[in-house]
């Protein structure tokens, strides 16, 4: 077997470094990179009519996607994508109360049909049709572009066609092993990891490929790998090799990064939760970190309005807060120099001279937004952002901010004298500056004062490294790696320098990401490019991929369901008529069967839960419990809901570990602390506090019957009891387990098939940071500043039992009187 792995990874290596000839991961993006090539029997291919071809389907997919888009806009209040599959198997009189509902709304027109059945009832125009002829013919004479462009089209479902990803599969088998090409190599390797399209999952043939286009430098190979190595998934643990491979990605990133107008890049836009926009992962929120509430449309336009009022009527501040809109961009608001210079110019009027001087009379915060103004005006006239770059203009706004004490122009001062940008290279200068700004907590200064000095001050650059790392300077996270991975000689300064690249590779990904497609698919209705796309920024390691990919295979899995269950009932009760290519259709297109479906979802929730993402875990405990691509064990399913509970203070967690203890489901009966569970869930979970009281009123019952019939139900009364105090040693037993359980995840290269229980850890680079325009749920922030954890001893947790008891009395008498009423009489 070993022998055989050796001569096909030669035979491909082989074909690899044969076609690359110094080409690169974006070269072998391009179609038309096989400009000149002759197929067989010396037939000259007509690359004049594969360009043209070409053409006419790009332009034809941008139309697409802006007829899509305008749909979605039409009716993104009224229906979301996941919504729309949310569907679950008819019942009974539910299946017809939801037919009623729904054909209710498609007559008022409150439903989005959805793009894939949009494109089947929209014909190709002739010149599509021919185009897609075109390709397919320099395809079969084994054109290279020709069949890269036809497998991502059959990949993506592009150009007005249907997705088959079985196709697809084939032609980029064609692709490899013809030319070796990389981005062939690697959706390969995709294919085999994932069981994409039927094909069989093979760890081996996925390391193979993945390895092979890494070799060709291809970025979201090296990526994957990374991730695999360091996860351990279908490897050994590595964390060596995983820190080559990240290593290889920072560096490719800072270089883009630096490569950019002084002071770097923007970074790439934040990437969204899905789960967010149907109200969490659950529809609800059940803990304080479950739920981001991003500002919808309308909120955002009210709230745009009422700045721009303000700002005509000469509020600095709201100017200001324009500004920082309009330069960083919105979902709902695109970048614009233009209006964030027009915005800064009526700031310049309000509260400077024609000097340059402050206008006496200005409150200090007043004076702040002139200090941010200056520093604004300065770096756009310092980048050419708005207009031109203009050097003396720079010095002379940075040189206001820097006299007022504005972090930001003291660093962008500094970079100036430092590089010479208009005025002589002073570097003593430039230090004196990068100094004063590091001393007023800005990252970048942080940076560039520890750089100055990391050869006279290793101790106090390292230092000033760590504090903007803590701030997310990418330059900061990758110098620290630098340092870490030049003395990786144990395990844990190997994980630290491999956490740094990480971070690096993952949010400074503007070449390698599809994370960004994925969600633009999303947000045009086209889900089967977004699956696919989110399902690839999985397997790379981003958490949040991994949470989209989970929630919306969990979506498909129900909408298959229903469809099969639709099937089940006969043409007769079928709710439209069906078309020959719907009946054709499989119900579960991407895995093949809805086992290896839904064993792709539990390992996305696993890993996701791994990454410290919200709600993960219960989902996880979910799949185990009721057995969902993976055999059923109510033992890990407790587990797993412990980790929730304890971890992330989730108030669904909690209430299964209260319904498991209550019936002795998983773990050893026990009312007691099926009490306390019912308890906390109260606590945390407000959503869900009437469930948690009828729970607690049939727990009362059932203790109350135990209790009569002899059965040992514990020393002191259930419910008169004193309230326990905080169990510091059950808590800790239960973080010892934890880490125990995290030691080794994934080590024995079985991927998600062990339980892979691990304590969530907050990544603050994958959760979304809230702002002024989008706030997060109640205050909530990903570290809980501004609310309580059930343990958290603020005020009032006497009060708190004692309401849970009296509302579990009174639900108690509710029950035994609704039963006394429907009990049989004479």
Not at 349 to 359: A, D, K, S
Not at 602 to 611: D, F, G, I, S, V
């Amino acid at each position: 077997m070993r022998c055989a792995a050796g001569l096909l990874v030669w035979v491909l290596a082989g074909g690899a470094l044969a076609a690359a000839d110094g080409s690169t991961a974006v070269q072998a993006v391009e179609p038309s990179a096989a400009a000149g090539r002759e197929a067989g029997g010396g037939v000259r291919i007509s690359e004049d009519g594969f360009e043209q071809a070409v053409g006419v389907l790009r332009r034809y997919q941008a139309t697409l996607n802006k007829r899509a888009a305008a749909v979605r806009r039409t009716h993104r209040a009224r229906a979301r994508p996941l919504r729309d599959l949310a569907a679950g198997p008819p019942q009974s009189a539910q299946r017809h109360i939801r037919r009623v509902v729904q054909a209710a709304a498609r007559w008022l027109g409150f439903v989005d049909e959805g793009a894939a059945q949009r494109r089947a009832g929209a014909a190709q125009p002739k010149a599509v049709q021919q185009a897609v002829q075109t390709v397919r013919g320099l395809a079969g004479e084994g054109h290279e572009g020709a069949r890269f462009v036809l497998a991502e089209m059959e990949m993506y479902g592009r150009y007005g066609a249907e997705a088959d990803v079985a196709a697809a599969f084939a032609h980029y088998g064609q692709l490899a092993a013809a030319s070796g090409n990389a981005t062939a190599q690697y959706m390969l390797g995709l294919f085999y990891a994932t069981g994409l399209g039927g094909v069989e999952q093979q760890n081996s043939l996925a390391l193979l490929y993945t390895t092979l286009a890494a070799i060709q430098g291809h970025t979201a190979a090296e990526v994957t790998l990374a991730f695999r190595h360091l996860s351990g998934i279908g490897v050994p643990v590595s964390c060596e090799k995983a820190l080559g491979y990240y290593q290889s990605v920072a560096r490719k990133a800072i270089r883009y990064y630096l490569s950019g107008p002084v002071l770097g890049r923007h970074m790439p836009e934040y990437r969204v939760r899905l789960a967010d926009e149907r109200g969490g992962t659950y529809g609800v929120r059940t803990g304080p970190y479950s739920l981001h509430r991003p500002v919808d449309r309308q909120s955002f336009d009210e709230i745009l309005d009422y700045h721009r009022e303000n700002a005509l009527d000469g509020d600095v501040k709201a100017c200001m807060t324009l500004v920082d809109l309009y330069y960083n961009g919105h979902r709902y608001a695109p970048r614009s120099y233009g209006l964030a210079l027009t915005y800064l110019r009526k700031i310049e009027e309000l509260v400077f001279t024609r000097q340059g001087e402050l206008r006496k009379g200005l409150t200090q915060p007043e004076i702040n937004a002139a200090a941010q103004a200056a520093g604004m005006r300065g770096i756009m006239s310092l980048r050419g952002e708005g207009g031109p770059v203009d050097a003396a203009a720079a010095r002379k706004w940075l040189g206001i901010g820097a006299k007022l004490g504005h972090g930001i122009s003291l660093n962008a001062l500094g970079v100036m004298h430092q590089e010479g940008i208009g005025m002589p290279r002073n570097m003593e200068r430039a230090i004196e500056l990068f100094k004063m700004a590091a001393e007023r907590r800005h990252p970048g200064g942080q940076v560039n004062f520890a750089l100055a000095v990391i050869g006279v001050m290793p101790e106090v650059a390292h230092e000033h490294l760590k504090k903007a790392a803590e701030g997310g300077h990418i330059l900061a996270h990758f110098h620290l790696a630098e340092l870490y991975s030049g003395m990786a000689s144990s395990e844990i300064q190997c994980r630290m320098a491999a956490a740094s690249y990480k971070f690096v590779a993952e949010n400074g990904d503007w070449l390698h990401s599809p994370v960004p497609e994925a969600a633009a698919a999303y947000q045009r209705g086209d889900l089967d490019a977004a699956v696919v796309g989110y399902v690839s920024a999985a397997e790379m390691g981003y958490g949040v991929a991994q949470q989209n990919a989970a929630l919306l295979l969990e979506a498909a899995a129900r909408a298959a369901l229903a469809a099969e269950a639709e099937a089940a009932l006969g043409p007769a009760n079928a709710t439209q008529p069906q078309q020959p290519q719907q009946q054709q259709r499989q119900t579960w297109p991407l895995f093949g069967s809805q086992q290896a479906h839904m064993r792709q979802t539990l390992a996305y929730w696993t890993r996701a839960a791994n990454q410290g993402m919200s709600d993960a875990r219960v989902k996880q405990g979910d799949h185990y419990f009721y057995g969902w691509g993976v055999e059923p064990s109510a033992e890990r399913a407790a587990a797993a809901y412990s980790i929730a509970a304890e971890a992330d203070a989730n108030g669904l967690a909690m209430w299964n570990l209260g319904w498991m203890y209550e019936n002795g489901i998983g773990v050893q009966r026990d009312f007691y602390l099926a009490k306390r569970w019912y308890d906390k869930s109260i606590e945390v979970n407000e959503g869900g506090k009437l469930a948690a009281h009828v729970s607690l009123a049939r727990l009362c019952i059932k203790y109350l019957w135990a209790w009569a019939s002899g059965q040992d139900v514990g020393e002191s009364p259930l419910f008169f009891a004193p309230r326990p105090v905080a169990d510091e040693d059950g808590d800790m037993a239960w973080e010892d387990a934890a880490d125990d359980g995290a030691d080794g995840a994934d080590g024995d290269g079985r991927g998600e098939q062990a339980a892979q229980i691990q304590p969530a850890r907050r990544r603050p680079g994958d959760e979304y940071v809230p702002d002024d325009w989008e706030q997060d749920a109640d205050g909530l922030g990903p570290d809980g500043g501004g609310g309580s954890g059930p343990d958290d001893g603020g005020g009032g947790g006497g009060g708190d039992d004692d309401e849970s008891t009296d509302w579990s009395l009174a639900a108690v008498l509710l029950v035994l009187g609704a039963a006394w009423m429907f009990l049989p009489r004479r």
